[in-house]
């Protein structure tokens, strides 16, 4: 075949193919029309699912809410019904002291006002970190940062005095206490509620407490109490601690000898007399 007959046979099936696809006006309207009924019904359905998911999504965030408190013990704290079933889980475990004392902390930093702030810290420190009668502290901190909060009382007391001893409280609770919630039928309980539907055990509403006039005066009192402990100590015997041991060793140490040169004494008067 020539190549003159091969380029003509490919231009009429170009043609064949171009009729073909050539529509008629009332078909074009019909075509359009199909169009507009498919797009309006993607719309339609795009719309749906979105709702859907926004519901789906809803109810996720219900659902999980009780979950989320195993994320970390952060997002525990953060939550204030978790706040609370974690307060009660610690009374169950009779050590409910130490998430006291950090929320207590935790609104001491929010205060600007400097007799405010005394006030706080004083009762802080009176209800938390003053001697029981026992001679112990309620809360687990080490003596250092004891001390520390200590003097900042007496000196300077600021929003942030106790915030050393609130972290090493922080990390007590968050590698013991928070490890033993998680696992506990309490939180097992709540978990069961929130997939069921129903409402959290353990929660009640949480009324922020208010300072009145008997805690302040209870918080200027033990200010005072400190004040007169220094002075006291002051006065005491300026000898430390080791210093008194050892003098006491020492005398301990020569009793031994002293018996000895008695005994040894009364046998030679025997010796002479005989």
Known sequence: MKPSEVLGRRITQKLIKTKSLAVT????????????????????????????????????LDIGRVASWAVGFEKLLNDEMGLHVFTE?????FSQ???????????????????????????????????????????????????????????????HIF?????QIFQLMKLDSYTRFLKSNMYKECIMSEMEGKSIPYTKPIQPPV???????????????????????????PLIPWTKAFIKWKRLSAAPETMSTSTSHALNEDSIDD
């Open 163 to 167: 915030e050393k001893a609130q972290s």
């Open 211 to 237: 300072m009145n006039n008997e805690e302040r005066s209870k918080g200027n009192d033990c200010l005072t109490k400190i004040k007169e402990e220094e002075k006291k100590d002051k006065k005491r015997s």
């Open 89 to 93: 889980f610690l009374k169950k475990e």
């Open 97 to 159: 002291e130490n998430i006291q004392f950090w929320v207590e902390c935790e609104k001491l930093k929010t205060s600007t006002e400097p007799d405010e702030i005394r006030g706080k810290a004083n009762l802080i420190w009176s209800t938390y970190l003053h001697d029981t009668d026992d001679g112990s502290c309620r809360i687990n901190i080490d003596s250092r940062t004891r001390q520390e909060c200590y003097q900042s009382l007496l000196h300077k007391p600021n929003a």
């Open 25 to 60: 006006d009332e078909e074009a309207g019909d075509l359009s029309v199909t169009r507009l009924s498919i797009s309006n019904s993607l719309t339609s359905v795009h719309k749906q699912c979105e709702d859907e998911d926004a519901e789906a999504t809803n109810k996720l």
